[in-house]
């Protein structure tokens, strides 16, 4: 972590729409702080934006271990959960008056300390960010290659591209899109990655429950040898779910493009979005996990809906509808890629700033993201079976989540002891810290039992 200059105290006059406020002088010069213009509608817009993605096309896999009332409750908690934590990480951005806590890994310093905050929340918020970059490069590769296929069928089969030349294709275009300057920039972005999520999380399912069930389509959950192996089992679908709730990595980020004041302050409009957008999301996973197991039930691919819609329906579904669908999640994937990338480059140019003491030039600025991007296109590369540890990787990352805010209110905002929110908080944050262990072990206990091929550097 970069050590950043000494913070200075500014005098801002005391009007009903000012107060004082201790301000990093570094951040004018940050993409993620650089600009303060943002309001409730770039909340939702970007709130939905890095909540709905991928993650969610694998839910009713979830569900062919844990069967309709378990699959259902789960994800009812853990979306009650993650929602409060999200109105915890909004009310904590600006806890200390005078103070803006603009990062999640400023946050947790502020709460545990400099050195354990960097150790608790450094690598989740890292993986959240690269490796979820890392993740939609292999996505969206490979979507784009399945689009081709369907657009193009038997026509333009005789040389086509591999799949990693699919993924230079997609990582280029992230590449250019990446120019964008900061977080408030990327808002049309992000709009356009909520409108695509809304639409093709609908169209998968829609189109998922419109076609005949495959025959042989059964709802008892995936029956194991041994006791051992379905509990493992079930601790790896239960980290499925937790990982489908991304994005509380960037909430402060998100909430540190607004303007506060005494009289607005930031998590005003910053919640307004927030809900907005969450209610959306509801929209988006809950169907999608419901509908997905109906349609397919414990049939299920381990590569989620999307891949059950092309294996059993690729001929049953109109071509132009199928290749829209995969479109979209090209788009949406290319406009994930942005926002998720952000605190790296953020990182990236606090650095170069620390060092220089002056701002980042255009050319360093774009040499940082190309860097960055076709870092991400080698590790994709080297490591294609990323996106295949979702059970894994959700519980690695799911104090971020569920548990460090719990955490960080009880040491920022101290409850009275022994009181029902002292309580509250505590059991959630080691119920969270305890579920990520449980998860993290099912998720190591399903790639060994179902001898994930680690073919590096070899994608399909």
Same mark, same amino acid.
Not at 36 to 59: C, K, P, W
Not at 68 to 79: K, R
Not at 269 to 292: D, E, Q, T
Not at 430 to 445: P, R
């Given at each position: 972590?970069? +050590?950043?200059? /000494?913070? /200075? ?24 702080? +650089? ?51 999200? $109105? ?5 951005? /600006? ?66 591209? *591999? ?19 900061? =977080? ?11 409108? *695509?999520?809304?639409?093709?999380? *609908?169209?998968? $399912? ?53 303007? &506060? ?59 132009? =509808? ?70 894994? =990787? ?24 022994? &009181? ?41």
């Amino acid at each position: 972590m970069e +050590e950043r200059p /000494e913070t /200075e105290l500014i005098s801002i006059p005391a009007t009903p729409l000012g107060h004082l406020t201790k301000l990093n002088p570094q951040d004018a010069w940050l993409p993620i702080t +650089e600009s303060r213009n943002g309001n409730a509608h770039y909340a939702a817009f970007h709130n939905l934006n890095a909540g709905v993605g991928f993650q969610a096309l694998i839910l009713p896999v979830a569900f062919a271990f844990l069967g309709w009332s378990w699959g259902i409750l789960s994800l009812t908690i853990a979306y009650c959960w993650q929602l409060y934590t999200l $109105w915890i990480l909004v009310q904590l951005h /600006e806890a200390v008056p005078g103070k803006r806590y603009n990062r999640y890994v400023e946050l947790a310093q502020a709460a545990f300390g400099e050195r354990l905050g960097i150790w608790l929340a450094l690598f989740p918020t890292v993986y959240l960010s690269a490796g979820t970059a890392t993740a939609l490069i292999l996505i969206g590769g490979e979507t784009m290659k399945l689009f081709f296929q369907i657009v193009c069928g038997p026509l333009c089969s005789s040389n086509p591209l *591999t799949t990693v030349e699919w993924y230079l294709v997609f990582t280029s275009l992230c590449i250019v899109l990446s120019q964008l300057p900061n =977080l408030n920039s990327i808002a049309g972005l992000s709009l356009v990655g909520a409108v *695509t999520a809304i639409t093709y999380s *609908t169209m998968v $399912w829609v189109l998922s429950v419109s076609q005949q069930r495959p025959p042989t389509i059964s709802y008892e959950p995936l029956s194991l040898p041994s006791s051992a192996a379905t509990f493992f089992s079930v601790m790896n679908a239960l980290g499925i779910v937790a990982f489908a709730f991304r994005g509380h990595n960037l909430v402060l980020e998100i909430q540190a493009t607004m303007p &506060s004041t005494f009289k607005h302050p930031a998590h005003v409009p910053m919640w307004r979005g927030a809900k907005v957008s969450y209610f959306f999301i509801a929209m988006c996973l809950f169907p999608i996990a419901i509908g997905g197991f109906w349609a397919y039930g414990n049939l299920m691919p381990s590569g989620g809906i999307l891949n059950a819609l092309y294996a059993f329906h690729i001929h049953d579904i109109p071509r132009g =509808l199928l290749a829209l669908t995969f479109l979209l999640v090209v788009f949406n994937c290319l406009s994930c890629f942005q926002i998720y990338s952000m605190p790296v480059f953020d990182s990236f140019e606090a650095g170069y700033t620390s060092r220089t003491n002056r701002p980042c030039s255009i050319w360093v600025r774009s040499g940082f993201r190309v860097f960055y991007g076709f870092v991400s296109f080698f590790i994709g590369v080297a490591l294609p079976f990323l996106s295949s540890l979702a059970g894994l =990787l959700g519980g690695l990352t799911l104090p971020v989540t569920f548990a460090y805010p719990c955490f960080m209110w009880i040491l920022i905002k101290r409850p009275t002891k022994y &009181s029902f929110n002292w309580y509250f908080n505590w059991i959630l944050g080691w119920l969270g810290i305890a579920f990520s262990l449980a998860f993290s072990i099912g998720g190591i206990w399903s790639m060994v039992n179902n001898g994930l091929m680690l073919k590096f550097f070899k994608p399909n």
